[in-house]
């Protein structure tokens, strides 16, 4: 059987064999619905990258590698490593504290083509000794003018979340930062507020298990939102209310985006947007 190519492609989609290749590869120049319809005419003709020919054309290993220092959505991880199989592409994967350490033995045994960081913190030093490297790298969460990156806008998810807050009546309401190891003092040091918010869902959680600490009722005396969906926000009772993101699409952009990097050497910044508020118990 013909392997199919992406001539194949331009032709069932009634495109030009560029706007194909930038669609496959990430790269910027098509719509996101002619980037999914593509993908999707790919994957029932069986296409596939030829790996090996660009293994050996460019010296590349056809691996990308991703290191987890601690917790991630691993619906991101799931998003990379469809769209990396996809294009035929291994995934390398390491859970460890020594993040410095494994890139440094990746990039210098020549195993990973570039690499993903997907729980950056501030000031992360692992961003640092990636870009000190010259490692092709797309960053979920963080940006850097030598990276790629994909950053998730939040306003209009506050702005949803404190009108929603608003319309039942909260006029003292707070945005806090804190993790879980700081939440409870977080919370405990705003005296009057009615309604919080939270960025980390484990926080948001421990503030709810925790409620007889602060002696608040909740939702009563305290509505309590986090920007992040997790399923901690359905192990607690009452349930936590939360802005649902779809992290595996950010996964799979972030994986496109290191594609095109990898085939262009530019790096690009994408933004997306927070998609719904999901109303539970604590409001």
Do not use: F
């Not at 190519?5 to 910027?28: C, E, F, M």
Request: include cysteine; aromatic fraction near 2%; charge should be neutral.
């Amino acid at each position: 059987m013909k392997r199919p190519t992406i001539s194949d492609i331009a032709r069932r989609a009634g495109l030009s064999k560029a706007a194909v290749s930038y669609a496959l590869n990430g790269r910027p120049g098509v719509s996101e619905e002619t980037r999914q319809r593509v993908t999707r005419i790919a994957q029932t003709l069986g296409w596939r990258p030829n790996t090996a020919a660009l293994a050996l054309s460019a010296d590349r290993a056809g691996v990308v590698g991703l290191v987890v220092a601690g917790e991630v959505p691993w619906p991101v991880v799931e998003g990379i490593e469809r769209e990396l199989a996809a294009a035929g592409v291994t995934l390398q994967l390491a859970i460890t504290a020594a993040a410095e350490e494994t890139y440094r033995d990746w990039w210098a045994s020549g195993r990973v083509d570039g690499m993903l960081l997907i729980d950056p913190r501030p000031n992360d030093p692992r961003i640092a000794a990636l870009h000190a490297l010259a490692v092709p790298t797309v960053l979920i969460g963080a940006t850097h003018p030598d990276m790629s990156s994909v950053l998730v806008d939040k306003t209009k998810a506050c702005d949803e979340v404190t009108s929603y807050l608003t319309r039942r009546g909260h006029t003292r309401i707070c945005h806090i930062a804190a993790g879980p190891d700081g939440a409870i003092a977080a919370t405990h040091a705003l005296e009057g507020i009615t309604a919080a918010i939270y960025e980390d869902p484990m926080a948001a959680a421990k503030v709810v298990a925790h409620a007889a600490v602060l002696n608040r009722r909740i939702p009563t005396d305290l509505a309590v939102v986090t920007t992040n969906d997790s399923p901690v926000c359905r192990l607690v009772c009452p349930e936590v209310t939360a802005v649902r993101h779809d992290h595996a699409a950010d996964g799979a952009l972030a994986a496109r985006l290191l594609l095109g990097q990898l085939g262009t050497g530019i790096p690009e910044q994408r933004v997306t947007s927070a998609d719904e508020l999901i109303v539970r118990g604590t409001t």
